[in-house]
């Protein structure tokens, strides 16, 4: 299988390295930061690549990408950071052990394009909104569990432990 896996929330613990810096988000359900945490400019953290470099990675998630590698299937990361970051986000797949596999940082509208127009098996993903594109494109679609995609209604994972199972 070809199989997308994103990048934030999925392999770097962006929210909860947020929470760190910020306190508890208002809305942890929320479809979007700028709703989880109002009254914060987060420019300042989506703009920095020093944020992005302290980002630790999600439990499991360097494991579970390689054994996805090791059953034969490809992956790629697919990212709506900014273009911007795609350098850093590569230096910090590196640093955490990840395997060296394609990444692309589109930005939301070209990670959404991405995900209309390319040929792929399985979407790996926390956002509601990038799943079911997949789900509509006829891909399957897999959440890993997080406060934000409780509504999610298709396949879903707890944790990258549960990867294998799940594929
Ligand atoms: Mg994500």
Avoid at 21 to 30: L, N, Q
Avoid at 32 to 58: A, Q, W
Avoid at 75 to 94: F, I, K, M, Q
Avoid at 133 to 139: C, D, L, P, S, V
Wanted: proline share 4%.
């Amino acid at each position: 299988m070809k199989i997308l896996v994103d990048f934030d929330d999925v392999l770097s613990d962006t929210f909860a390295e947020l929470e760190n810096r910020e306190g508890s988000a208002a809305d942890p359900s929320a479809q979007d930061l700028r709703e989880m945490f109002p009254g914060i400019d987060l420019r300042i953290y989506l703009e920095s690549l020093d944020f992005y470099r302290e980002i630790p990675p999600v439990s499991g998630a360097a494991e579970g990408v390689k054994g996805i590698i090791a059953r034969g299937h490809e992956v790629r990361y697919t990212s709506a950071r900014s273009p911007d970051v795609e350098g850093v986000s590569r230096e910090w797949l590196n640093d955490w052990g990840f395997p060296d596999v394609p990444l692309k940082c589109l930005g939301r509208e070209g990670k959404k394009e991405l995900l209309r127009t390319e040929l792929y098996d399985l979407l790996i993903d926390d956002q509601m909104r990038y799943l079911k594109i997949a789900r509509e494109q006829g891909r399957r679609a897999l959440a890993l569990d997080r406060r934000w995609n409780g509504r999610w209604d298709g396949d879903r994972i707890a944790s990258w432990e549960d990867i294998e199972r799940a594929l």
